[in-house]
């Protein structure tokens, strides 16, 4: 299977833990985006990388979460000093620039990592 | 900013009845509208995609959707649903020409009763 893969799928912390997250892109996608979605909301946006660039964060990724895409392949999310409201699914994305005007390219979601900080 | 409303939170059907999902957006600029589609324990994945051209697209799946501008809404219909299409859906939009970020509706659950 080719797809969007991250780790862990599960993860538990206790309030104040740090955690940090893994996300394998579709190979050769030079986008990758990161989106969080709590109980009964659908996914926001968080971040999102063009290779190794960071290109744009929400204003949602306060100064606790940081995401990295060393050498524009996988890619890390850290959340330290985890609060219960951290609690949700972190799901990541990718995608592969389309060119052309009027086109917008596909993306491609993992399964997510569900976070439960106690 | 970009803003997306599902009108409806639960959807009941029976099966092999049609089944249409709302979704209205809102935007000072011009967007691209998605459906996504999200089965338990799996990561979304698309439906349809309206880009440009002819306002009724069709996915995957025998879905459908039209776009309207004048109401600005993006409905999903499915003329005969089975139980395999039990799942949550999820109305997007992305800006034209600006960052590729979705922003997404809080998302219908589709139940499909025998």
């Known amino acids: ?118 | 900013a970009q803003s997306v409303t599902q009108l409806d939170s639960q959807v009941p059907v029976f099966e092999e009845a049609p089944v249409e999902l709302r979704c209205n957006y809102s935007s000072s600029v011009s967007v691209y509208l998605f459906w996504y589609v999200q089965y338990p324990n799996q990561g979304l994945q698309l439906l349809l995609k309206y880009l440009s051209g002819s306002t009724l697209v069709k996915g995957i799946n025998g879905f459908e959707a039209e776009f309207n501008k004048s109401q600005t809404s993006f409905h999903l219909r499915k003329p005969s649903v089975h139980i395999s299409d039990t799942a949550e859906y999820f109305c997007a939009v992305m800006r034209r020409g600006g960052a590729q970020k979705l922003v997404f509706g809080q998302g219908t659950r589709l139940t499909i009763n025998p």
């Open chain 1, 1 to 118: 299977d080719t797809g969007v893969s991250q780790d862990p799928r599960h993860k538990i912390t206790k309030r104040g833990q740090n955690v940090t997250f893994r996300c394998d892109p579709i190979s050769e996608h030079n986008r990758l985006y990161w989106y969080r979605q709590t109980l009964g909301q659908g996914p926001e946006f968080l971040t999102y990388f063009q290779n190794e660039a960071q290109l744009e964060k929400s204003r949602l990724l306060s100064d606790r979460f940081s995401a990295e895409r060393p050498k524009g392949s996988f890619s890390t999310l850290e959340i330290q000093r985890t609060e219960q409201g951290d609690s949700a699914m972190y799901l990541c994305a990718s995608s592969s620039r389309v060119a052309g005007a009027l086109s917008t390219d596909t993306q491609y979601f993992g399964p997510g990592t569900r976070l439960t900080v106690l």
